[in-house]
Every structure is written in C-alpha cells, then in structure tokens.
C-alpha cells in the first residue's frame, strides 16, 4: 500500500538553528510531492510543491524540499528557523496514476525555543 | 475571499444520532475532499470527489457518506456516529486536470461523539 513516513514526530530547535524534516513515501510510479505547515491555531496552508523538473524547490518562508526519486525522499529544509516557524508540519503525496489520492504523512511537531 | 468553509466549526453529539458538516468552496474548484486528523495519524482521507457526482472512496471512509450534487459543496453525512469518530475533520478543494494540485483547506470542524 502507498504509504508516506516522517521520521521526526517531535523536534525542538533553537532559533537560528538549521532544519532537516525528513519524508519518504512508498510508490513505485510518478508522484507530486507536498509539504504542508499548519500553525497554531490555523488552516493547513501549502508550503511548497513539486510535480516535475528541478528537484530543488522552493517554498514560502525560506522553505525549501529536495526530491531525491533514488531514495524515494522529499526533505524538507530551512537555514535559520524563527520562533515563528513553531507549527505542524506534513509531507503529503498524490501518486500520479491515482489523481485524487493524496497521502498524508503522520505529521513532525516542530518547536522553536526563542 | 477564496476560501473554503465548512459548518458546523465544533459539535459535540451523541451516538447513533446522525449529523451533516457541511462544506463550501468559492474558487470553482473541480476537486474536494474530506480528511480527519487525529493525534500520531496525520490526516487521513476520507471522501474525495473530482467533479459534480462523481465521488470516490479515500483511505478511511467507514462510516461516513458523502454527496456532491453541486460544484461549490460537499457534505459529509455521518449516519450513525460512534465515539471513534471523534476527530478534527477538513474539508479541502482543489484545481484538478492530469492532477490535483493544490489544496485549500477549510478551518476543521472538531467533532465529539459521545
């Protein structure tokens, strides 16, 4: 069965600190990949996308995702957090041949100490 | 605005007594969807539906029943709560074509069966 893996369920960091959430997603076919933030309190918003082309992509915030196809992965990252990045974030996948699937992965708490 | 809304935003009811949380879009999106969220399990798709009377079973749509009679709502019937459904519901839409692209979601209605 497709499924989507974050490793981190819980992480706290430090302001300024760098952030690596890691995804994975089990499919062997074309996929478009989503990262996407909820913050205390809000909707869910989209952070970032890819469906096709340069693997490195670039989301709102300074945010940025790297689509490794070899290693089925789609981390998520940020050079310097701020307290305000404190929120819950979701990896999520839509396998191409099933396109109103979308796959949602268990969700990484993310705390940023001022 | 875009937004998506959905009603009611909490309910707290009992079990076997059947409810409705109602869900609206105004972007003309083709795509809609429903998701619960529960604490450790991220979000789990419930009901999605690509166009007006067409709708499709998500990973976890036991207990629930979904309509989609006009473009802009999508209703989620729960004909017999139980206390397991007890849970944060969204409901999102989106553009759709070769694939969904992004979502939008509403601001989750919590719901408690008791």
């Known amino acids: 069965a497709q ?13 300024a600190a760098s952030l690596e959430l890691g995804c994975n997603y089990s499919y062997g076919g074309t996929v478009n990949l989503f990262w996407y933030v909820q913050y205390p309190g809000q909707h869910l918003q989209l952070l970032l996308k890819y469906f096709s082309g340069d693997p490195l992509v670039k989301g709102i915030k300074g945010f940025e995702a790297e689509f490794i196809k070899s290693k089925f992965s789609f981390n ?3 050079p310097s957090v701020q307290w305000s990045d404190t929120a819950e974030y979701f990896c999520a996948v839509t396998p191409s041949s099933n396109t109103g699937k979308l796959i949602f992965g268990q969700g990484t708490t993310l705390q940023v100490k001022p | 605005e875009a937004q998506v809304t959905q009603n009611p935003r909490y309910l707290i009811t009992v079990t076997g007594k059947k409810l409705t949380v109602t869900c609206s879009q105004n972007m003309n999106h083709e795509y809609m969807s429903w998701y619960r969220q529960d604490p450790g399990l991220g979000l789990r798709q419930i009901y999605y539906s690509m166009n007006v009377e067409v709708t499709d079973k998500g990973d976890v749509p036991e207990g629930y029943k979904v309509s989609r009679k006009e473009k802009r709502n999508f209703p989620l019937i729960l004909e017999s709560p139980s206390p397991n459904q007890t849970s944060l519901y969204f409901c999102a839409s989106s553009l759709s074509g070769q694939s969904i692209y992004e979502q939008y979601f509403g601001p989750g209605t919590r719901l408690t069966v008791t």
Do not use: A, C, F, P
């Open chain 1, 3 to 15: 499924s989507v893996s974050q490793h981190n369920h819980h992480v706290i960091l430090s302001e």
């Open chain 1, 76 to 78: 998520l990252r940020k």
